[in-house]
């Protein structure tokens, strides 16, 4: 249960946050939004999709669970069992939520174990005493706009696919269990038409390259075979990948943005 809250130095001026320890908070997530930014560090490691959002555009997202409410990547015991971390879930417990005048406000998540309204020895300040994000904060702050860049960037790729009828259902199943057999189909998925793709124009080829979006269709055509690993997981039960690595976030978003407006809320 996560309880999002806007943070401003008036209202939490005392608080303190520590890393989290687990990843608990997200086991009840099924699908990741990805960033274009990721597709190199996440080849291989996950399968990609997209699905539509409720305004009916498409986003590119990593499949993490087969129903719903289901992260196969996320143990027991709070461990992650894949071999890459989505760049969404590593800001946690802070996000940024988008405001009705179109910037972004800093939020906190007021269940989490790791933030106290009273910081504790052990925590980072939020807030100075001036009332300003200390530099700890100041970095996952700029993380987080970064991360939110790079998914808005993302999705205008995305919509260059869509427009150029790219987009077509895809039909995963997985077995039921075995008692009582037959077949579990996930609605919702969407993928990459081959033959759509093979039959495009070359001047559409051409824009699509230059974009990026040409990159960002191959990227999800090729990791739609790791889909058949999450289904192993699911019947077997995960373990813990033996190359799990640590990415550079630094390296994957390193662009500044200075047209990315940030307030604290009132």
């Not at 943070?7 to 608990?24: C, E, I, Q, R």
């Not at 959002?53 to 719903?68: I, M, R």
């Not at 702050?141 to 790079?150: A, G, I, M, R």
Request: charged content about 20%; aromatic content about 10%.
């Amino acid at each position: 249960m996560t309880q999002w809250k806007p943070l401003s130095p008036s209202k939490h001026h005392l608080m303190g946050w520590k890393s989290f320890t687990h990843y608990l908070f997200i086991a009840n997530n099924t699908l990741a939004p990805i960033c274009v930014s990721e597709l190199l560090a996440i080849n291989g490691a996950m399968p990609l999709a997209f699905t539509k959002t409720p305004k009916g555009n498409f986003q590119l997202v990593a499949v993490q669970g087969l129903e719903s409410q289901q992260n196969l990547y996320v143990g027991s015991d709070g461990k992650w069992l894949g071999r890459y971390v989505p760049a969404v879930h590593r800001g946690y417990p802070f996000r940024l939520q988008l405001a009705e005048n179109g910037s972004f406000i800093l939020c906190g998540d007021m269940d989490a174990e790791w933030l106290n309204q009273h910081a504790v020895p052990e925590d980072t300040r939020v807030f100075n005493e001036q009332g300003e994000l200390t530099p700890p904060m100041k970095d996952v702050v700029t993380f987080l706009q970064n991360v939110q860049k790079d998914l808005q960037r993302t999705r205008t790729i995305v919509a260059q696919l869509a427009d150029a009828n790219l987009m077509e259902p895809w039909p995963v199943t997985f077995p039921l269990p075995e008692a009582s057999q037959g077949k579990q189909r996930i609605e919702g998925l969407y993928r990459i038409s081959e033959s759509h793709l093979r039959a495009l124009p070359p001047e559409v080829l051409a824009k699509l390259t230059q974009s990026g979006a040409l990159s960002v269709a191959y990227a999800q055509l090729l990791s739609q075979s790791r889909i058949n690993d999450l289904i192993k997981r699911h019947t077997e039960g995960g373990q813990p990948h033996p190359n799990a690595e640590k990415v550079d976030l630094e390296s994957l978003f390193n662009e500044g943005d200075d047209d990315f407006e940030f307030n604290f809320d009132a």
